[in-house]
């Protein structure tokens, strides 16, 4: 990134050059990962962050890959961040899912939630 080249390599970049590539690093989707280098995540490191097991999306092109991860999430992440409710809902909770292919009473939220009653999925393409 010009923005950081441009200093010296021992000088510590002003406040204003932080700013900046932080926020070209978020409109990006890039990581600071040296002193004067920022690079994109690889589609195996985005997984491993979304709590997803390594090659996931394997056999997709590396645009696919990103787009597909893009707006997901793994079921045991929701769960884990749902537990927190456990106490607030001794009952269990209904869940209502509209993503492909659910299967609701074996997913693991039912090990989060074990008296869960009601599981409502829907399933619908989008052409």
Known sequence: MKALKDHDKDETPPESVHRYVLYECRRWNLVWVGK????????????????????????????????????????QTVAFHLSVLKDRFPNGINVFSLLWDCWCRNSSLSGWYPNEECCVSGDFRCE
Do not use: C, Y
């Not at 690079?39 to 490191?45: G, K, R, S, V, Y």
């Open 36 to 75: 004067k280098n920022v690079a994109p995540l690889e589609p195996d490191e985005v997984e491993m962050l979304l709590g997803f097991s390594r090659d996931h999306t394997r056999g997709l092109s590396r645009t696919d890959r990103h787009k597909s991860l893009g707006n997901s999430f793994q079921i």
